[in-house]
């Protein structure tokens, strides 16, 4: 063997081997993730932080990726893990498990009441005038149904919900739980009860919040994976293959049906039924009311309403039954539920989650704000995760703890809100960062606010912030540049600090094209926007220094007064109470425009910007985009479309010259700017006499 192939050899074997640990590498990572993930499906817990998880799964990923020879089918990257189906026997319900329909507000009852009348009234039948008890309304148990059957007196099966046709037999948990009982004496002695060998009641599997707290306490103590909230963790505890598990989770049950007719016709009422409940100690709520009409019914849901928080149970509503079960019989079913009760929910945008961790975020103007990271959760279909906590204060006014159990509310808006802790085991604290997560640099806080703040006005996140502002639609409008390549650009330190904003409008094809995925194509069209973005007036460029307090309405109104670089940069300590008498601008917002213009680095960056934008500047003194007087109480509609123009600009235009635009055409209005296909409107123009302007008319206007 000569030299070279001996050398060949020993390089190929070394990549053999080389691949050989790769393999092995992958294999192992599989074996591991799914490991965790079994672990996590299966059992509920989770010997592994969510980090670290990641960390298995994106390093398998990489690698399959990297050597594409190695990825499997099977590999948890390309498979979802799929549970391993818990060998719970399936049974058939005797009578189907339905649910029920539900009701929002008070004419919901009504309608309900009304249906289930009319279909009485078919058959000759009608509510029994002074009937003592027309309907019981008990609470609505936030948890998992179940069905107990008892042959000849005696518990001999469980059987969940499941498809409500057939569902999984967990007899041998239920027999863990203590409100389970193991007989029911005076059933086989019932005189009239012609079915005596079967009896079956129903109820709601729960876990008590006490209970709750005192699992989730443990389960954090060995580092496990914690539930959301206790019906999660019933859910979890009642379908279990191991039936010490359950025992230990102490869940409860309260009853509340009765299902079989022979049952019907011996207690002949809901309120007997549950006199029955009590003779038997078989637990059920004993908050229920009896009512003789809805107007009692809606008292009874507002005092269940008001209980809610005290009860040691989680409730979502409250359900209202016609007691008389022959009128029941009578009043029948849908296929989905029975036509005699209803569900009053109460709004589903309070909901609970766990509050998994904090992590603290640098805006622009470098406060640091500390923001949520829950357990997903869905409030009114729309899946959450993150909430803010505004600041440090808050989080020691709400007493907030990492793995606390909290309340979320979703208003209107899309912004979710912690409202408070309901479960917390108080361990492991919120830290306040004494350094910036972004750059290290110590945080700051000043007497008089609550703000924590970056010290670093350079801080890499403030400049990402500051720079999303500055090119943004509403400040310089630089279509194009999106917050991912702001981030490149800071990242790749092409802007390494405020003053190298104007920099973007000098940097070449090459420098753009460091950029991540930046092509031929997207390079022109930034350049074009940069170039466009050199018409914008001037209140634009005071909005996109993102100075504190100094909005667009704010920007807008300063540009009035001051209308250029010069007159802008100008502005001093002596120019406090020009400021000040300045409609919208208070002491405050004076100090923060003077500090800003007074720092020299923003002063070069005027400067820079005034040799960029000069050409336009002056063209703006003489242009359209000169603020004026001339259209003072103006009222303008805009139909159709203009060749130089978009709507908004003119609109702007209208706006910055004392003018105010209309969505509609009515007496009120005072000119209709009329461009190219313009429709209904201008007809209407026409019908009610109001003046149309064509463009070169309307700018010959505001051009004096
Ligand atoms: S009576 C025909 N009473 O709510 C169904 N159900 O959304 C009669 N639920 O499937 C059920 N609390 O699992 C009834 N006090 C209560 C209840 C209750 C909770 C559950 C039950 C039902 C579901 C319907």
Avoid at 416 to 436: A, D, F, G, Q, W
Avoid at 555 to 579: G, P, R
Avoid at 633 to 638: A, M, Q, R, W
Avoid at 684 to 691: F, H, I, R
């Amino acid at each position: 063997m000569n030299l070279f192939s001996e050398i060949l050899d020993t390089k190929q074997g070394k990549q053999i081997q080389q691949i050989q640990q790769i393999e092995q590498k992958v294999i192992q990572l599989k074996v591991e993730i799914r490991k965790y993930q079994k672990e996590y499906y299966e059992n509920n817990i989770s010997s592994i932080s969510d980090e670290k998880f990641d960390a298995l799964f994106l390093e398998l990923k990489n690698l399959e990726k990297q050597y594409p020879e190695l990825l499997m089918q099977d590999s948890p990257t390309q498979k979802l893990y799929t549970p391993k189906q818990t060998e719970l026997k399936k049974s058939k319900h005797i009578v189907p498990m339905i649910s029920l329909g539900n009701a929002f507000k008070n004419s919901d009852l009504f309608d309900w009441e009304e249906r289930f009348s009319k279909i009485l009234e078919k058959q000759n039948i009608s509510f029994p005038e002074n009937s003592d008890i027309k309907y019981i309304v008990e609470p609505k148990f936030d948890g998992l149904g179940i069905s107990c059957v008892y042959e000849n007196g005696a518990f001999v099966r469980a059987v969940t919900r499941g498809n409500g046709e057939e569902g999984e037999t967990v007899t041998e948990n239920l027999q863990t739980i203590s409100d389970c009982k193991p007989v029911i004496s005076q059933i086989s002695t019932v005189d009239n009860y012609d079915n005596s060998e079967i009896f079956e009641i129903r109820g709601e599997v729960v876990m008590k919040k006490s209970v709750f707290s005192e699992l989730n306490k443990k389960l954090k103590r060995e580092g496990k994976k914690l539930f959301s909230t206790p019906r999660n963790a019933a859910a979890g505890s009642l379908r279990q293959l191991d039936s010490n598990i359950t025992r230990e989770r102490k869940l409860s049950i309260f009853f509340y049906e009765t299902p079989l007719k022979a049952s019907h016709d011996m207690f002949k009422t809901y309120s007997e039924t549950l006199n029955f409940f009590d003779a038997e100690n078989i637990a059920h709520s004993k908050d229920y009311y009896k009512c003789t009409s809805l107007e009692d019914v809606i008292v009874a849901i507002e005092k269940i309403a008001k209980m809610r928080e005290d009860f040691d149970f989680d409730i979502d509503g409250a359900v209202i039954k016609v007691n008389d079960y022959a009128l029941r019989e009578k009043i029948g079913a849908t296929g989905h539920h029975p036509r005699w009760a209803i569900a009053w929910k109460f709004p589903a945008i309070q909901v609970k989650t766990i509050l998994e961790k904090v992590e603290w975020q640098v805006g622009r103007t470098g406060v640091l704000t500390p923001v949520a990271h829950l357990k997903d959760v869905m409030i009114d279909g729309v899946k959450v995760n993150r909430a803010t906590l505004h600041n440090a204060d808050y989080i020691a006014e709400k007493d907030l703890y990492i793995g606390d159990t909290v309340l979320l509310e979703r208003s209107g808006d899309v912004i979710p809100k912690i409202l408070k802790s309901v479960y917390s085991n108080k361990t492991e604290k919120i830290e306040i960062p004494t350094s910036c997560p972004v750059c290290n640099f110590l945080t700051i806080k000043n007497e008089e606010e609550v703000a924590l703040r970056c010290s670093n006005k350079n801080c890499p996140q403030i400049l990402k912030g500051k720079l999303e502002h500055f090119v943004s639609k509403k400040c310089l409008n630089i279509k194009g540049l999106g917050s991912e390549v702001c981030d490149d650009l800071i990242e790749k330190k092409l802007i390494t600090r405020f003053a190298d904003f104007s920099k973007i409008y000098t940097f070449t094809e090459k420098d753009w094209s460091e950029i991540k995925n930046f092509k031929i194509k997207s390079i022109e069209n930034v350049l074009s926007a940069l170039d466009k973005s050199k018409m914008q007036p001037f209140w634009r460029i005071i909005h996109a220094m993102g100075i504190s307090g100094v909005g667009e309405k704010t920007s807008k109104t300063i540009a009035k007064y001051y209308t250029n670089f010069i007159e802008f940069s100008h502005i001093s300590k002596n120019s406090l109470e020009n400021l000040q008498n300045i409609e919208d601008i208070g002491e405050k917002t004076a100090q923060e425009i003077i500090h800003f213009v007074e720092n020299s680095e923003n002063q070069n960056l005027f400067t820079q910007l005034e040799n960029i934008f000069q050409t336009n500047i002056h063209k703006n003194n003489t242009s359209v985009n000169v603020s004026s007087k001339i259209l003072e109480n103006k009222k303008f509609v805009i139909t159709g479309s203009f060749k130089n123009y978009s709507r908004d600009e003119l609109k702007e235009i209208i706006e910055m010259n004392g003018g105010s635009c209309m969505s509609a055409v009515s007496k009120k209005t005072d000119f209709l700017l009329a461009g190219e296909k313009a429709g209904s409107k201008k007809i209407k123009a026409e019908d009610l006499g109001v003046e149309i302007v064509d463009i070169q008319c309307f700018l010959d206007i505001v051009e004096g």
